[in-house]
Every structure is written in structure tokens, then in C-alpha cells.
């Protein structure tokens, strides 16, 4: 998130309406300025050809014979997939078009790589006739800037499919190797001068599934509707890895994410920019002996929408994979895997070697082969399958810690090494959990952004709040013990204002560069804080920026929850006290940060779970005025055609609460409106780093510490999205696609936390990084979403049969019998009977249902009976089941005695 200073704050109001300022700005942007004194070189005022295909149209500028224009055929004619809208700004030397190529050649008697690019140093290419399928033909070896190969390039119509073909002659004597070739693809997510209408009307966002052979690229509308636009390898073109286009000279920024390059072959790369760095395929070269060709060629393909592309693929003869639950395996969860291809498998190997087990199960009905993939060792793993055609696809996997260990690990380490406790700490910080630094195993205490340090905003209260959140999924009484203190000490009171008209008001940071004010040698003179970031006291305390709010309102929740239902984890204040600060917390959002409290936030839906307890606890008065506040923000959001505006001009925060409130007020089509954005930018691919990885590019730069914009694997944003995609799923259970990308998303927040139990912000997606990020930023906000919606669901699906995710399922004649594997085990959805079984506490160890007196048996634990006295089961009504012989208590709950260790459940028909 953006953190801005008052002249910042005047800049960010433009940048949320994306105005006519800020078109200014961005058409002022230096590298604009710079590049109208230089010569166009693309030709566009030499002309174009257009050519119809079965479902694409496309343009070609005649002197470059690079795509000018590719639309969907009956489609909106105001929307095209390529940038087309800067094609006059994008027409010099170094900017990259559909239709170039870059390669990196050594002679073999050489060490030496030298990279050419068809965009370095552009010339008109050499027409050659066209005939039969081809569109059009170039010999464009003079704009190779003297690569010693000959270079082909034509655009071919295959059966109404764009194929894009490049061939490569070696017309020398030297035998030569080509180490790296990358063939760029710069989709329009560029949002420059956009408001947010325009944005999801005429831009794309795409994520890759680097499968090799298998791999493919997926182009989504931002609105999340019609056709998905697939790049699929045809010919020699398997997708080794994804690399960012980091010298084309269009700025990034929070509004443009960058392009990137599909890349065949990647030897060179990794010997060079990307040394030491584990890639996720093993890069290749290959050998181009004197008088030899070699061809490379990617089809353009159309899917009628994005939960279509699977089908798709079959539809054009490509192998499919679909991982139940996923690809993030845990120690103790084997996943289930299910590969559909026309092909064969000659051969499956694992990398590392002994990282992963795969036994073949039985095929399903329609003959997709099934297997069971069992996790050995923690990290990261590869699964390579080679068809007898010898074609290769790989498969992505991330072994984990059980969720239960993770969650574990994750307290302890927030509550020991991220603990801190310097009582002469000047800026009264102490006790806390405090953003940490991994690489220097030190607490950071100064920074020059102020949040990072401050105990505020998401890079510094991410950590307290995800050590708050994992309380209410495996409560643990030391933890809970030293977040008593922080919550009385330091965020009751510091953080959070109590005195005067600014009570319940949530400063930005309690550090802050002021040296005038303080005694010398306070800050570092290693750090620069002539930086706008390096908030002063008043900048420091202010109280206007919503997105503070939810962390310390979730906070108070986690302590209501904690008082009200254990047996005396937390004395300090009644249940009430707790209850009725995180409903002041929520209300103080909307009177002290009104403009930026008009947007949805992130953990925004703690504010539907706080309103929803104040109405069981028939806390009628705070109930109205919450649900009253409430709906006006929804009813603006329902005057919007897209509600996701935010302190950013693009934003994948909001998704989550405008969901949950439009869901709840019955705005219906937002609800959709929203869900659909997200499913755009939220994939489902077999790789545990992008898959239910929901959009993020900017927040290392405003809470990582190896600052650039870049695509984040598992930020917070994968498990908050996760809330609103698996709630509708509970509403909709036979939407398999929502459960994949719901479920993923939620075990996201997982993803990156090292076996020591330290998280980071996210995983830096580069090539040439491929790791967590450096300091645990904000983290946090995405254990909320696991924390308050992991589940484990069970599904009979009607090709895969009976499936559990988060859990390990027999299925025993007519009973389906399923270990609970999440870390809290206390919420179960069986989709079969639409039954929500949720725990406010204790834990589920067995579920067990009958198919055919439709009975559930549940198997409690007695682990959490020294500090819950009573199993408290919430069965949702619909269900119409309920559990005889026990009553509810005055919340609608089941009251089970810790000493009972099972209950059965009855369907009322």
C-alpha cells in the first residue's frame, strides 16, 4: 500500500480518479519526453494489412511486419490484447512488438554469449512471398542487429488459429549454440490515463503455466467475462521460463505491471543474469550445426471464457493437469492428480530426487489417469512427465510442513525471534511484534518508510496481526500471554488513540524522523531519510487512513473470541470490553478516515464477522448503527460499475470486503461484478507459486525490501481474495473452479513460511530471484484470510469422485471417512449435503459421512480441553441438519462437553 505525506496525499486523489492530471503526468513521464527525440523506426506510417481469422482479427505493419492490432473477432471493437492505444509513443528502437524475438548465440569454441534482439536496433525487414496459409513473411535478419543466423518470421492462419512461426538457418560455417530465446509478448496491461470503466473494458492481465511443452500463457479481460486468449507452444517452443522485459523502456509503475518474453531455451540467462538462482525448469540450449534450421512457433488460441481453458487445451490436443487440492502439498496431506492428453506417459521423474512419491491410482470414467502424490521433503519440487511422443510437461509442487505445524511454527516465531520487548525503546514500541529482517536475522527498528518500523499500516502491523490471527487457529497460552501485553501495552492506547475526540482513531506509525526532537544518535546515518516516506510525528499520527483500521479492529475481535470462549486465556477485560472496542474501531474508521473508508479494505470482512457477533450477542443498538454504516458504503459501491477503487489506481485489495457486504445486502450484481474481476487475475495453473495467486506487482516496493515492481507469488492478497471465491463456492458447490482457485488462494498464506516459521511479504517471481522476499512486510494481512477461512471441504466430483481438500479421505462401502488436516480443524464443508460445520472452539479430528442414511459422525479432539472447556459446532440452517441430544447456548451454538469425543449429526428430510 501507498503511504504519502500531504503534498502525496493531493497527488494520490488524481491518481484514484485516474483524471486528466494524471494523464498529464504520465504523458509527461520523462521517458515519453525522451523518446519523441528519437527516430521512429517501426514503420508505421508505411501502412498495415489486416486478416481475418476463425475467431481473431489481426493488423501487421507493413515494414516491420510486427502485430500492430489483435481483437477478438466479434468482439468489442474498442478493445484489442495488444497496445495497440501507445502503438505512436512504442514506435523506436528497444520497444518490443508481437513478432520480435531475442536470443542469446555462442560459437562453441567460445564462453562468450552475445544476446540479439529484432527490437535493439530496428531496420525494414525483407518481405518474402506469401502462399498457402501464410499471412505474411519476412526475412528479418537485418534487424538483428548482425546476428550471424539467418532469422525467418511468418504469421500463419492454421485451421482459423494465429500461429506465429520463427526459424533460425545457420548459413555459416561455425557451429553455433543458441542459449537463450525468448519470444516477447506485451499484452495491453498497461492502465496509464485510465479510469477504472476503462481499465477492465479495454486491458488484460495474463500469468503463465510454465509447463515446458505442456506450458501456456492465459490472457484474461480485467472484468473477468468472455473469451480467455491462450498462447500455446506449437512447435519446439515449450515454455521454460517466464522473464520479465526489464529493458523495454515503457515505465512501470503502479499502473503498468511490465512485459514479458516466453523463453524456449534459457542456458545463457542462467549462466549469466541468473547464476545461482534455481530456475523452475532446467534451462536449456541447443546446438545449430552449419546449413541446419531449427523452427519455433506459438498458436494463438481462444477459450470461450476463463473457466473454459481447460477444455480448451483438450479441445486442441494439449496436455491437461488438474491437483486436487492443489500443488502445495503438505508432510502429512498427499494431493491427488488428474492428467488428461491424447498422448501417453513413457516416464515420470521428480526433482529433487526422493522429494515426491507418485502412485498411479485407478483411471477415472472418461479415462483421465489419476495419481496420488505424496510429499518426502519440504521445499520446492518438480514433477516431470515425458509422453510418448516425447514431448515433456512439468508439474510445480511446494512441500510444506503440516498446516497445523506451520501455524505452530508461524506463532513461535512471531512471539520469540519477532518479539520485542527494548523497554528503553524511544518511540514507546515495545512490547510488540515487529517487522523483521531475515537476511540480517535483526529486528527493524528504523527505516527510512516509516510504517516499515512503525507498528502500523500493513509492512508494520502485519506481524502482530498475524500473530493475533494464528491465536484464534491454534490458540496457545505463551503466545497469548505476551499479545495481552501488546494489546494493553502497546496497540491499546499507542497505536490506537483513547483519549479525547480522536478515541478508536489508528495513527499510521509510531516512528517517525524527527531529529530535532529527539536525543542524538537516534537514527541511523547509514539510512537515508530524506525520503517523503520518512513520516515526521504529526504525519506519523495521522489518523486518515482506513486501511489501518481492520488490523486493530481484527485484534479486538481475536480477543472477544479468545475471553468469550476459552477458560481463562484472557481476564484482563470482560468479553464485552473486547467486543465493543473492535465495533468502536469499525465505526471511528468512517468518522476519522472518511475518504479512503469509501473503498473496500483489506480484512475488510472482520467487519461483517464483528457485526454478525454483535447480533448473536443481541447487542442490538452497536448491531444497527455497524449494519447502517455498512450499507451506505455498499450502496455506493452499487452506483459503481467497478467498486475496487482504493488508494491505488488499480487495486486487488477491495475485492474481498465489497464482496462479503454486496453479498450480504443482497446487491447481487455486484456481488458477481466483483467475483468475476477476481477470478481474472486470480489463475488456476499447475504451479503452487501462481496458482490462487492473487495479483499483486507494487507492494514490494511499499513492504518488501528488494524494492521493483514485480508479480508477487502469495501476497496477501491470494488468501483475502480467497474469502470471497470460497464463500461463493459454499453458495454455488458445484463450481469445481471456484474451489480450486478459493482453496489455493487460502493456503497461499502458507506458501512461503520457511521451516523455521518465518513469513515474508511474498515470493519475488524474477527469474533471476526466485525466493521470499527479505523482511516479513506485510504478511500478515493474508494470514487473516487462512485464519479466518481455511476449511477442509469434501466433494464428489463427477469425473474425480469423492475428494477432500485439507483433508485425507477413505472411502469405506458407504461411508466417506476424511482426517482433518487444517491447522485450526474446525470448519468442514460437505458439498454433497451443502453442510458448514464450523468450531468457535475446540477441534475436529474425524468427519465421517454415510451416503446412505446421509448421517455425520464427527470425531472431537480433546487437545485444546485444558483451555476450552466445551466444543462450541455452529451448523448452518440450510443444511437442515442438527446434533440430538445436546443444546445450543444463547449464540445458536452446540455445547459439547471437552469429555465427549463424538456426536453425531441427523438431516432433518
Not at 492428467?339 to 515426491?356: C, E, M
Amino acid at each position: 500500500m501507498n503511504r504519502l505525506n500531504k503534498i502525496s496525499i493531493i497527488l494520490l486523489s488524481a491518481i484514484l480518479c485516474w483524471s486528466s492530471h494524471v494523464a498529464a503526468q504520465q504523458n509527461e513521464h520523462p521517458v515519453w519526453t525522451a523518446t519523441k527525440k528519437q527516430p521512429a523506426t517501426l514503420g508505421i506510417d508505411k501502412g498495415k494489412k489486416s486478416f481475418n481469422l476463425n475467431s481473431l482479427k489481426i493488423e501487421l505493419l507493413n515494414s516491420s511486419q510486427t502485430l500492430a492490432s489483435l481483437k477478438p473477432l466479434d468482439g468489442d471493437d474498442t478493445f484489442d490484447y495488444t497496445v495497440t492505444e501507445l502503438l505512436d509513443k512504442r514506435d523506436r528502437n528497444k520497444f518490443f512488438h508481437f513478432g520480435d524475438i531475442n536470443i542469446h548465440i555462442r560459437p562453441t569454441s567460445s564462453e562468450k554469449w552475445t544476446l540479439y534482439s529484432s527490437a535493439e536496433n530496428r531496420k525494414d525487414v525483407t518481405a518474402i512471398t506469401s502462399n498457402g496459409n501464410t499471412l505474411y513473411s519476412a526475412d528479418i535478419t537485418s534487424t538483428m542487429n548482425g546476428a550471424p543466423l539467418q532469422v525467418l518470421r511468418s504469421w500463419e492462419n492454421e485451421n482459423g488459429d494465429l500461429i506465429l512461426k520463427f526459424q533460425l538457418v545457420n548459413t555459416t560455417n561455425e557451429v553455433y549454440e543458441i542459449g537463450s530465446l525468448g519470444i516477447p509478448l506485451p499484452f495491453n496491461n498497461n492502465m496509464d490515463w485510465k479510469n477504472l470503466e476503462q481499465a477492465h473494458a479495454q486491458n488484460v492481465f495474463y500469468d503463465p503455466y510454465i509447463g515446458k511443452d505442456a506450458g501456456y500463457l492465459q490472457v484474461n479481460h480485467l472484468h473477468g467475462k468472455g473469451s480467455s486468449l491462450l498462447v500455446l507452444p506449437e512447435k519446439n517452443s515449450g515454455f521454460e521460463a517466464y522473464n520479465p522485459l526489464l529493458t523495454d523502456p515503457t515505465p512501470k509503475s503502479i499502473t503498468f505491471e511490465g512485459f514479458h518474453e516466453w523463453m524456449v531455451h534459457s542456458k545463457a540467462y542462467a549462466e549469466t543474469d541468473w547464476k545461482g538462482v534455481e530456475q523452475w525448469n532446467t534451462p536449456t540450449s541447443t546446438i545449430l550445426k552449419p546449413g541446419e534450421t531449427k523452427t519455433y512457433a506459438l498458436r494463438f488460441v481462444l477459450a470461450p471464457g476463463i473457466k473454459e481453458i481447460e477444455n480448451t487445451l483438450q479441445a486442441h490436443n494439449r496436455p491437461v493437469a488438474i491437483g486436487a487440492p492443489g500443488y502445495l502439498v503438505p508432510l502429512d496431506a498427499p494431493a491427488k492428480l488428474f492428467l488428461k492428453h491424447t498422448q501417453k506417459i513413457a516416464k515420470i521423474s521428480v526433482y529433487p530426487d526422493g522429494a515426491l512419491t507418485i502412485n498411479k491410482d485407478k483411471s477415472t470414467k472418461n479415462k483421465w489417469s489419476a495419481f496420488e502424490v505424496t510429499g518426502n521433503k519440504w521445499g520446492r519440487a518438480r514433477l516431470t512427465l515425458t509422453y510418448k511422443d516425447g514431448s515433456e510437461q512439468t508439474i510445480h509442487y511446494k512441500v510444506i510442513q503440516p498446516e497445523k505445524d506451520v501455524v505452530n511454527s508461524l506463532g513461535n516465531f512471531l512471539t520469540t525471534v519477532q518479539w520485542f520487548d527494548d523497554k528503553n525503546d524511544p518511540f514507546l514500541r515495545a512490547p510488540s511484534v515487529i517487522t523483521y529482517d531475515y537476511e540480517t536475522k535483526q529486528h527493524l527498528t528504523q527505516s527510512q518508510n516509516a510504517w516499515f518500523s512503525g507498528l502500523s499500516d500493513e509492512a508494520g502491523a502485519a506481524s502482530w496481526l498475524a500473530a493475533m490471527m494464528k491465536q484464534i487457529v491454534q490458540p496457545n497460552r505463551n503466545e497469548i500471554d505476551k499479545m495481552k501485553r501488546f494489546v494493553h501495552e502497546t496497540m491499546y492506547g499507542k497505536i490506537q488513540k483513547t483519549e479525547g475526540d480522536t478515541k478508536y482513531g489508528v495513527v499510521k506509525s509510531l516512528f517517525y524522523y524527527e531529529p530535532d526532537s529527539m536525543p542524538k544518535g537516534t537514527y541511523s546515518d547509514s539510512i537515508n531519510y530524506k525520503t517523503w516516506a520518512a513520516w515526521p510525528k504529526k504525519e506519523a499520527d495521522n489518523m486518515g487512513r482506513s486501511y489501518n483500521y481492520p488490523h486493530v479492529a481484527a485484534a479486538h475481535w481475536v480477543m472477544y473470541r479468545l475471553a468469550r470462549n476459552y477458560n481463562q486465556l484472557v481476564q484482563e477485560e470482560s468479553w464485552q470490553t473486547y467486543l465493543d472496542r473492535a465495533f468502536r474501531t469499525t465505526i471511528a474508521m468512517i468518522e476519522k478516515a472518511p475518504y479512503y473508508a469509501q473503498f473496500g479494505q483489506m480484512e475488510g470482512s472482520i467487519f461483517l464477522l464483528i457485526l454478525q457477533d454483535l447480533k448473536r450477542e443481541g447487542l442490538t443498538d452497536a448491531a444497527s448503527q455497524l449494519e447502517a454504516a455498512m450499507l451506505k458504503r455498499a450502496q455506493h459501491w452499487k452506483a459503481l460499475k467497478y467498486p475496487f477503487g482504493s488508494e491505488m489506481p488499480w487495486d486487488s485489495t477491495g475485492q474481498e470486503e465489497v464482496y462479503m457486504w454486496s453479498r450480504y445486502f443482497g446487491i447481487d450484481e455486484k456481488a458477481e461484478v466483483t467475483l468475476n474481476a477476481i477470478l481474472a487475475y486470480d489463475p488456476t495453473v499447475p504451479h503452487w507459486g501462481y496458482n490462487g495467486s492473487a495479483r499483486r506487482y507494487w507492494d514490494f516496493v511499499y513492504g518488501g525490501k528488494l524494492s521493483r515492481i514485480e508479480r508477487q507469488l502469495h501476497h496477501y492478497g491470494s488468501a483475502l481474495n480467497a474469502i470471497p471465491v470460497l464463500t461463493a463456492y459454499r453458495d454455488t458447490p458445484t463450481d469445481f473452479h471456484l474451489l480450486r482457485v478459493g482453496h489455493a488462494g487460502t493456503l497461499g498464506a502458507l506458501a512461503n513460511v520457511t521451516e523455521e516459521g518465518f513469513a515474508p511479504g511474498a515470493f519475488h517471481s524474477f527469474p533471476s530471484t526466485l525466493a521470499n522476499d527479505g523482511i516479513s512486510g506485510d504478511y500478515g494481512c493474508g494470514f487473516y484470510g487462512y485464519a479466518v477461512n481455511s476449511g477442509t471441504y469434501i466433494i464428489k466430483h463427477p469425473e474425480f469422485d469423492w475428494l477432500a481438500f485439507s483433508g485425507n479421505l477413505k472411502k469405506v462401502k458407504n461411508k466417506i471417512e476424511v482426517e482433518v488436516k487444517t491447522a485450526s480443524r474446525g470448519r468442514i464443508f460437505l458439498a454433497e449435503e451443502n453442510l458448514y460445520t464450523t468450531l468457535d472452539a475446540g477441534e475436529i479430528a474425524y468427519f465421517s459421512y454415510d451416503t446412505k442414511s446421509r448421517t455425520v459422525e464427527l470425531t472431537l479432539s480433546d487437545q485444546q480441553a485444558k483451555i476450552a472447556p466445551y466444543t462450541l459446532i455452529n451448523l448452518n440452517a440450510e443444511s437442515g441438519y442438527t446434533i440430538e441430544g445436546f443444546e445450543k447456548d444463547q449464540l445458536g451454538r452446540y455445547k459439547i462437553p471437552s469429555s465427549t469425543l463424538k456426536v453425531k449429526l441427523n438431516k432433518k428430510i
